[in-house]
């Protein structure tokens, strides 16, 4: 069964400092790996979407790299906010159908912003 | 606007009275799933369906109930609910099963 490990659980950081965040994963049968952004009491809110046979995605301050032979994506985050603020999550999405296709979460990195 | 939406968002029942979360969508997505979110145990899959009429159990089906009679919706049921069952769900949507998933704002049930 696919297991989806994020660290580190929780980070500080002061305003405008760049940042990664690492997700690794057990199972390289996957379709997909997807960064969320969740918000205190909110639904999720996708960020990116890497497939299996790419390497990276951009969208603004934001890039995610994916490794599928290793088992890894980073997250990066330039020139922090405190509007970013959240807890991200990864989530790799299984290419067997055993599993219902299931998106497979980490248990997610809880960023604090600091102004 | 391209969204997922379920109803309600919040939920306080009792034990055994049946209930139903909505989820529609408006995106024209062939896959839809539900999760459940719990502290510590992150998020999980109870249900999933791949298109009009085909439905199927995820990781954590017991106690829940599915039907996908229409494609833009897809109900959580809750024939006898327990306090176990007390968490925070999640209707999703993807296009397809191997494409970008969309999450509803989320349902919080409270089963007392």
């Known amino acids: 069964k696919q297991e989806v490990t994020q660290i580190p659980a929780a980070l500080s950081v002061p305003e405008g400092e760049n940042l990664v965040l690492n997700c690794s994963f057990t199972?390289?049968?996957?379709?997909?790996l997807q960064w969320f952004r969740q918000d205190p009491g909110k639904g999720l809110t996708s960020l990116l979407l890497i497939q299996s046979s790419q390497r990276e995605q951009t969208s603004g301050r934001l890039n995610a790299s994916l490794d599928k032979s290793s088992g890894r994506s980073t997250l990066y985050i330039a020139a922090s906010q405190p509007g970013d603020s959240a807890t991200y999550l990864c989530?790799?999405?299984?290419?067997?159908?055993?599993?219902?296709?299931?998106?497979?979460f980490g248990k997610g990195t809880s960023l604090l912003v600091t102004p | 606007e391209a969204q997922v939406t379920q109803n309600p968002r919040y939920l306080i029942t009792v034990t055994g009275k049946k209930l139903t979360v909505t989820c529609s969508q408006n995106m024209n997505h062939e896959y839809m799933s539900w999760y459940r979110q719990d502290p510590g145990l992150g998020l999980r899959q109870i249900y999933y369906s791949m298109n009009v009429e085909v439905t199927d159990k995820g990781d954590v089906p017991e106690g829940y109930k599915v039907s996908r009679k229409e494609k833009r919706n897809f109900p959580l049921i809750l024939e006898s609910p327990s306090p176990n069952q007390t968490s925070l769900y999640f209707c999703?949507?993807?296009?397809?099963?191997?494409?970008?998933?969309?999450f509803g704002q989320g349902t919080r049930l409270t089963v007392v």
């Open positions: 999703a949507s993807s296009f397809r099963r191997n494409t970008e998933a969309f």
């Open positions: 989530a790799a999405r299984s290419s067997n159908s055993n599993s219902g296709y299931a998106l497979n």
């Open positions: 199972d390289s049968a996957i379709y997909n």
